[in-house]
Nanobody, 122 residues
Framework: QVQLAESGGGLVQPGGSLRLSCVAS????????VGWFRQAPGKEREFVGE????????HYADSVKGRATISRDNVQKTVILQMNRLKPEDTAVYYC???????????????WGQGTQVTVSS
């Protein structure tokens, strides 16, 4: 019932910033918690952060805490992941996903976008 599409990835230097967008379609978007995950080649998908339904509550993985900010606009049906002070270890494909329960486990999320590549390199 929800389709998601990420954009905004690219190549940035260490210390730089990126703003990733997740655009949703569907009438039930407001009822979903939206999470961001990332996956590097050969690695398991890992949790980045989540934003709850009204946008007032967020949680972040320790690896990005203080550098990442997630926000949402339920009228425009968009979720933003702003990442600052990027590090080479942030290099991965970034996905947004929708869940009725949320949390840091990928299996809890029902709908996924196609992903957008983030590469942090000098």
């Amino acid at each position: 019932q929800v389709q998601l599409a990420e954009s905004g990835g690219g190549l940035v230097q260490p210390g730089g910033s990126l703003r990733l967008s997740c655009v949703a379609s569907g009438d039930t978007f407001r009822g979903y918690i939206v999470g961001w995950f990332r996956q590097a080649p050969g690695k398991e998908r890992e949790f980045v952060g989540e934003v709850w339904r009204a946008g007032a509550i967020t949680h972040y993985a320790d690896s990005v805490k203080g550098r990442a900010t997630i926000s949402r606009d339920n009228v425009q049906k968009t979720v933003i992941l702003q990442m600052n002070r990027l590090k080479p270890e942030d290099t991965a494909v970034y996905y947004c996903a929708a869940s009725h329960v949320g949390g840091n486990r990928a299996g809890a999320y029902e709908y996924w976008g196609q992903g957008t590549q983030v590469t942090v390199s000098s």
